[in-house]
T-cell receptor, first 111, second 113 residues
Framework: SQQGEEDPQALSIQEGENATMNCSYK?????LQWYRQNSGRGLVHLIL?????REKHSGRLRVTLDTSKKSSSLLITASRAADTASYFC???????????FGGGTRVLVKP | DTAVSQTPKYLVTQMGNDKSIKCEQN?????MYWYKQDSKKFLKIMFS???????INETVPNRFSPKSPDKAHLNLHINSLELGDSAVYFC????????????FGSGTRLTVV
């Protein structure tokens, strides 16, 4: 089974709205990362949050991490049509350890 | 210049054939990876090499054999292809095995008929 599971599996919003997606994982982690994948393309690293951090920001992205609940959320504020993509969370149990990905959330931002 | 490049982008082949996918990174990274993305978009790691040394070898059929001639290249050879091998294969690299952000290639869509 996957270490990370995203929720919802799919999300459709209007341009300008906020998009929130969640990721749950099963075991303790060293860090959690979010990636974006545009259709037919590779994954692009968005943001990393370490296990001792609770919140991080990068531009219009805000990531939270709750290690007690083993969950993370990714918020995209003021969404744009160009944000249409699949978003994946990935976890690493320790330094030098492999990244384990969830199944992704497909986000559609309608103009 | 593309940071992580894979060739070919598309590969259609018959069952039983042997094929290779090539990956090159020009980032000077030490560590490279192969991931398989299935039709439901789940990504699973297959192999990882650090400075030409195999460091991760997941439960992958031994029909799959990675080869790293130097730290900038990680190729994937697949023998006796099966229908279930159809997927998108992604190569990725990271600065070193302790550096957390991966740079991915654009993928190779393999279709076995």
């Amino acid at each position: 089974s996957q270490q990370g599971e995203e929720d919802p599996q799919a999300l459709s919003i209007q341009e300008g709205e906020n998009a929130t997606m969640n990721c749950s994982y099963k075991t303790s982690i060293n860090n959690l990362q979010w990636y974006r994948q545009n259709s037919g393309r590779g994954l692009v690293h968005l943001i990393l949050i370490r296990s001792n951090e609770r919140e991080k920001h990068s531009g219009r992205l805000r990531v939270t991490l709750d290690t007690s609940k083993k969950s993370s959320s990714l918020l995209i504020t003021a969404s744009r049509a160009a944000d249409t993509a699949s978003y994946f969370c990935a976890t690493s149990k320790a330094a030098g350890n492999k990244l384990t990905f969830g199944g992704g959330t497909r986000v559609l931002v309608k103009p | 210049d593309t940071a992580v490049s894979q060739t070919p982008k598309y590969l259609v082949t018959q069952m039983g054939n042997d094929k290779s996918i090539k990956c090159e990174q020009n980032l000077g990274h030490d560590t490279m990876y192969w991931y398989k993305q299935d039709s439901k978009k789940f990504l699973k790691i297959m192999f990882s090499y650090n400075n030409k040394e195999l460091i991760i070898n997941e439960t992958v059929p031994n029909r799959f054999s990675p080869k790293s001639p130097d730290k900038a290249h990680l190729n994937l050879h697949i023998n006796s292809l099966e229908l279930g091998d159809s997927a998108v294969y992604f190569c990725a690299s990271s600065q070193n095995r302790d550096h957390y952000g991966y740079t991915f290639g654009s993928g190779t869509r393999l279709t076995v008929v």
